[in-house]
T-cell receptor, first 112, second 113 residues
Framework: GNSVTQMEGPVTLSEEAFLTINCTYTATGYPSLFWYVQYPGEGLQLLLKATKADDKGSNKGFEATYRKETTSFHLEKGSVQVSDSAVYFC???????????FGKGTKLSVIP | DAGVIQSPRHEVTEMGQEVTLRCKPISGHNSLFWYRQTMMRGLELLIYFNNNVPIDDSGMPEDRFSAKMPNASFSTLKIQPSEPRDSAVYFCASISPGVYEQFFGPGTRLTVL
């Protein structure tokens, strides 16, 4: 079956630091890959997505590249802000499927 | 658009009581998902509807849990009888045809004493 493994948190960074959250997946065929973000007390929101190999998703300064050879979709941001403090979830959907398989989430705290 | 609406936002009940959680998906979305989120198990898919029909309920933990979608604008998740281990945040999400982004509601925080 499909599975997603992401680095465990919590991750604490100073403002303007570089962020990487690792995500690897197992899936048959060609899944679509997603990063969702959950701010305190809220539901999940789509942050970015990539639907085929070598695609780069980007949004709000965050980026992730779909690497089929390493089955990875690592999330990066060059300079984090306090407002980026949240829980980040990596997820995939199988080809032609709307169902998402989520990683366990990584809590990020950014301190001034 | 109001987004996905869930009610109640918080529910505190005693073990053995029936609990009903409600969800209104975004208008025009034809698929609806119920998730449960806990610290121990993370985010789990409970059941998935497409055009009001349950497609995959393999994530429903046991017979105490049931879900219905009587029409395109309303779904319920019922737990009867509730147990303390059901305490979690329950999310509803909906999706538009042909689009792969799921839109999540704000969640219902359930506490079973």
């Amino acid at each position: 079956g499909n599975s997603v493994t992401q680095m465990e948190g919590p991750v604490t960074l100073s403002e303007e630091a570089f962020l990487t959250i690792n995500c690897t997946y197992t899936a048959t065929g060609y899944p679509s890959l997603f990063w969702y973000v959950q701010y305190p007390g809220e539901g999940l929101q789509l942050l970015l997505k990539a639907t085929k190999a070598d695609d780069k998703g980007s949004n709000k300064g965050f980026e992730a590249t779909y690497r089929k050879e390493t089955t990875s979709f690592h999330l990066e941001k060059g300079s984090v802000q306090v407002s980026d403090s949240a829980v980040y979830f990596c997820a995939l959907s199988g080809a032609g499927s709307y169902q998402l398989t989520f990683g366990k989430g990584t809590k990020l705290s950014v301190i001034p | 658009d109001a987004g996905v609406i869930q009610s109640p936002r918080h529910e505190v009940t005693e073990m053995g009581q029936e609990v009903t959680l409600r969800c209104k998906p975004i208008s025009g979305h034809n698929s609806l998902f119920w998730y449960r989120q806990t610290m121990m198990r993370g985010l789990e898919l409970l059941i998935y509807f497409n055009n009001n029909v349950p497609i995959d309920d393999s994530g429903m933990p046991e017979d105490r849990f049931s879900a219905k979608m009587p029409n395109a604008s309303f779904s319920t998740l019922k737990i009867q009888p509730s147990e303390p281990r059901d305490s979690a945040v329950y999310f509803c999400a909906s999706i538009s045809p042909g689009v792969y982004e799921q839109f999540f509601g704000p969640g219902t925080r359930l506490t079973v004493l």
